[in-house]
């Protein structure tokens, strides 16, 4: 059996597969604290209760972006499981060309993002992940990271602004009926929700102007599919994307063994 263990800024994701395909999913808040018997703890009660033991888990990949669960994750896999992780950097084979001035800068992440992203659309993309950070990777026509785009994911933004300004209150990000608000907190939401929408199309537009050809948009991420349903400017929303990519990256190092519905089946 494989784990595969998306290590994000705010949540990680862990998913089980084995020779059949997917076993279940988990989520659990990103704690650089955390210690390896710690997850251990967790995740032997999350694996029960599909049936199956730690020590059933053979090979673990791993994207992260916070060293310090990284580290905490690594010995998880040794003390828990009995393997070294498979962790996603520059310095395995991936089969992404990263051609970025300093290939050491790219996140784990959108490493796989782009590798996932190129085997079930091909190339020309635009891949606009929404989490704490929003990120749009450019994948290009041959699959090979190109660059990107770094802004606040919209938490962020909404906590920025309740924190920087005493009379505005907490509020949750849904999409409003009108622009224009009728009062503090429908104000507060149509801005950073439309305002989003207006980030992603104007990035979007540019990015599509500055490559001087038609490109292929892709949203992921925990808010993506809010945001995809609003605007034209995203062609599609998978909610899978990251998983399959580090599914690709077992199956570069250990052979085709671990199997993954296609994105029709995944996604209806």
Not at 79 to 107: F, M, Y
Request: charged letters at 20%.
């Amino acid at each position: 059996m494989l784990l595969a263990i998306d290590v994000g800024n705010t949540n990680t994701t862990i998913a089980l597969y084995d020779g059949a395909g997917h076993r279940g999913t988990w989520r659990i808040s990103t704690d650089g604290q955390r210690t390896a018997d710690e997850y251990a703890m967790w995740l032997t009660n999350m694996l029960a209760m599909n049936g199956v033991r730690l020590n059933e888990v053979r090979r673990v990949v791993l994207a992260s972006v916070v060293p310090p669960a990284t580290f905490n994750l690594g010995w998880l896999c040794r003390k828990h499981i009995g393997c070294d992780p498979l962790v996603v950097s520059t310095k395995i084979d991936l089969g992404v060309e990263v051609r970025i001035t300093n290939p050491q800068e790219a996140g784990a992440d959108r490493l796989i993002n782009t590798l996932a992203g190129f085997e079930t659309y091909g190339g020309d993309l635009i891949i606009i992940d929404i989490g704490t950070a929003t990120t749009f990777d450019i994948v290009d026509e041959d699959g090979a990271y190109c660059g990107g785009i770094i802004a606040p994911g919209p938490h962020p933004s909404l906590e920025a602004l309740h924190r920087a300004a005493a009379m505005l209150p907490k509020v949750d990000i849904a999409r409003p009926e009108r622009v224009v608000g009728k009062g503090t907190v429908a104000g507060m939401q149509s801005g950073i929700f439309w305002g989003y929408v207006s980030l992603i199309e104007g990035l979007v537009a540019r990015v599509k102007d500055e490559m001087a050809r038609p490109m292929t948009v892709i949203a992921t991420g925990g808010l993506g599919v809010l945001f995809a349903k609003a605007t034209p400017a995203i062609d599609h929303y998978d909610s899978d994307l990251t998983m399959r990519g580090l599914l690709a990256v077992a199956r570069r190092h250990w052979g085709p063994s671990y199997p993954f519905p296609n994105h029709r089946e995944a996604h209806g």
